[in-house]
């Protein structure tokens, strides 16, 4: 979800909201029913922008750093792997990244364990890279080969995930579900398949590049047979960004051509991610999940042919900030917070703006807050000759209700909804970190129900 208006259009549009208005009131009586659409949410938000301030003499003061995909990708570069969390969260967003859910076919608890340790070693042997070991020719090479002779770790994050589902009757999880963790319900523009939906398990594989994603995956389901089946799985990326001497960096754009993330809460404040997306102590949640985190995924298409042809003044109100410039219609760049005091008609920034209702910035409202890491996506081209594209929206929160259901509650109904249609997603609950190498994803869980 974006966070900035802007009052001007750069070539000249008018950004009145009447001429919206008149547009989709011709759209419904011209029979486009069913073509509004439900955004959980969207703004692709890579870049990790602490909100800008006003100091002492009510000047709007900037934030100091924006975290965008970087230009050049370190094939070397390596996340630590062990920890209180686990990585993929607050870890800068890579290029390239999927969500994978799965169904778990273990049998039993002993299989879930093993499936469980079996994830853990796997996933801290990718994430650091190296060598891996030969084998006799005669068997099965140990590795796909797709990286080389070597398996270099090129920023890859594994994060895996638990869905509602889990929590059956099979293994005796019931008595530890997750508080907040449910089945994703449908909103009121939704349109969703069910083959795209929900999971038992989910992995979120982020990378510099997208084969060292797609490695990962073969290599988890080659060593976890008869543990794991895809449900379903969605890949995308962001936009390389080259950096901008002497000026702050801008956030990577969306398929809607709109800059995304300005106001995502900065994954470097740990003061912050403590209040906003880790689980503590004091959030009546399991002892076990203390350190975790609420994933909400929607994978959500955008209508980029009506879009295309749509005025940009138009464009413009609908998400509430300038289209080239990402600066707020009250003006200024695009790290400045919208001044929605001065306008609390909406005459500069519509009252159904995206960012608007996403994000009112009031003080009832921050701890709604969410951590967006989403990926542009293209599957190709529907039946009709339309182009697939659109967001895999990820996001994080410490409650899913105070964050997630509770933004795309304000969202429904927004004038975007003409344009963008969520087809498939789920909630996860991210399991807390493996503290060290004697310890392992999802112990805590598992010691909890025994």
């Not at 439900?38 to 100091?55: H, T, V, Y």
């Amino acid at each position: 979800m974006s966070d900035q208006p802007s009052s001007r259009c750069p070539f000249g549009f008018s950004t009145h909201s009447d001429t919206r208005l008149d547009r989709r009131g011709f759209l419904r009586g011209a029979g486009a029913t069913g073509l509004g659409l439900g955004l959980a949410g969207l703004c692709p938000g890579q870049a990790l922008a602490e909100p800008a301030k006003a100091d002492a003499a009510g000047h709007t003061q900037r934030s100091a750093e924006v975290t965008s995909a970087p230009l050049t990708q370190d094939p070397e570069l390596a996340y630590p792997f062990h920890g209180p969390h686990q990585q993929g969260i607050t870890t800068p967003r890579q290029a390239s990244g999927m969500l994978v859910s799965f169904d778990v076919l273990a049998r039993d608890r002993e299989g879930l364990d093993t499936l469980l340790r079996t994830l853990t070693t796997r996933i801290a042997f990718l994430t650091q890279g190296g060598a891996y070991p030969q084998r006799d020719p005669r068997f099965p090479p140990p590795d796909s080969g797709i990286l080389g002779p070597r398996i270099p770790p090129d920023g890859l994050s594994v994060t895996v995930a638990l869905g509602a589902s889990l929590f059956d009757d099979r293994f005796g999880l019931a008595p530890a579900r997750p508080r907040h963790l449910e089945r994703m319900q449908g909103f009121p523009n939704d349109a969703l398949d069910a083959a795209r939906c929900h999971g038992d398990l989910a992995l979120q594989i982020c990378a510099n590049t997208l084969d060292t994603a797609y490695h990962a995956l073969r290599d988890i389901i080659k060593h976890t047979p008869g543990s794991l089946l895809v449900r379903w799985k969605q890949e995308g990326n962001v936009p390389l960004l080259p950096p901008s001497p002497g000026d702050i960096d801008g956030s990577a754009r969306n398929f809607l051509g709109f800059r995304d993330g300005t106001a995502n809460p900065s994954a470097q404040d740990k003061a912050l991610m403590d209040e906003l997306i880790w689980v503590d102590p004091q959030r009546d949640e399991p002892d076990w999940a203390v350190g975790g985190s609420y994933m909400a995924v929607r994978i959500i298409r955008n209508y980029v042919e009506r879009w295309d042809r749509t005025p940009l003044g138009e464009q413009e109100a609908i998400f509430g900030r300038e289209k080239m410039s990402g600066a707020p219609l009250s003006g200024g760049v695009e790290q400045d917070v919208p001044d929605y005091a001065s306008d609390p008609e909406g005459k500069i920034t519509p009252l159904d703006a995206h960012i608007r209702l996403a994000n009112p910035r009031t003080p009832e409202t921050e701890k709604n807050r969410i951590l967006r890491r989403p990926f542009n996506y293209s599957n190709g081209v529907e039946p009709n000759g339309q182009l697939d594209m659109g967001l895999l929206f990820i996001c994080f929160q410490a409650d899913l209700q105070e964050g997630f259901i509770t933004v795309q509650k304000r969202l429904d109904g927004e004038p975007l909804e003409e344009y963008i249609k969520p087809v498939g997603g789920g909630y996860f609950f991210v399991l807390p970190g493996a503290r060290d190498e004697q310890d392992y994803l999802g112990r805590g869980l598992m010691a909890a129900t025994a």
